[in-house]
C-alpha cells in the first residue's frame, strides 16, 4: 500500500463523526523544529491517526507516528541512529481552560481559529517530547568500554589537589 501525504490540518469533529481514518507521511524536511533537536532527520514520519466519538461524545484523535533520527550520544559523542516511536491519544479544546474538564486518558490539543488542528504541530510537538534526555548508545555498541568509565573515584591529579574549603575548617576551630 502507497503511503500519500498527510492534509495539514483537519476539522477533528467532521472528521470524528464520518469516522475519517489517515495514514500517510510527513516529509522530514518539513520537521524543521525536531531537525534543530536532533544530530538530523533520517526518514519521513510515518503517521496513522483514527477519529472516532468515545461514549461520552467526546472527539479522540487516537494513533501512531514513528521517525529514525540521528542522536549524538553522550557517553563517546558518535552519532546514532535512534526510533522515535509515539502513541498519540488528544481530544480537540477551544480553549485550555476546557482541558481540566477532559479525562486523564486524554491529552488536550487546541484549535486553531478556525476550528481545526495542525497535523504537522501536532505530531512534531509528540516527537521532541519523546527524544530521550540523555541519549547514548546501548552498552554493546558504545565505543567507551566499561572499563574506561569510572565512578566515584577521582584521578590522582585531581586528589592531590589541595581543597579550596580547607581554609573554612581553620576558622570554624578558631
Do not use: W
Request: with cysteine; net charge negative; aromatic share 6%.
Amino acid at each position: 500500500m502507497q503511503k500519500a501525504k498527510l492534509p495539514l490540518t483537519i476539522d477533528p469533529y467532521k472528521d470524528a463523526q464520518r469516522r475519517m481514518d489517515y495514514e500517510g507521511l510527513i516529509s522530514a524536511s518539513q520537521l524543521s523544529r525536531l531537525g534543530e533537536s536532533v544530530g538530523n532527520v533520517l526518514s519521513d514520519a510515518q503517521v496513522t491517526l483514527s477519529l472516532e466519538l468515545d461514549p461520552q461524545r467526546l472527539t479522540v484523535i487516537r494513533g501512531t507516528a514513528r521517525i529514525d533520527v540521528e542522536l549524538d550520544c553522550q557517553r563517546c559523542g558518535n552519532p546514532f541512529k535512534h526510533t522515535l516511536d509515539c502513541t498519540l491519544c488528544f481530544s480537540p479544546v477551544a480553549n485550555m481552560d476546557q482541558a481540566d474538564k477532559l479525562p486523564e486518558v486524554y491529552e488536550p490539543i487546541e484549535l486553531n481559529a478556525f476550528g481545526e488542528i495542525n497535523l504537522l504541530e501536532m505530531v512534531e510537538d509528540e516527537f521532541i517530547l519523546s527524544l530521550p534526555l540523555v541519549p547514548m548508545h546501548s552498552a554493546e555498541h558504545c565505543e567507551v568500554s566499561v572499563a574506561e568509565q569510572v565512578f566515584g573515584e577521582l584521578p590522582e591529579e585531581l586528589a592531590s589537589k589541595p581543597n579550596p574549603f580547607a581554609v573554612l575548617a581553620n576558622l570554624k576551630k578558631n
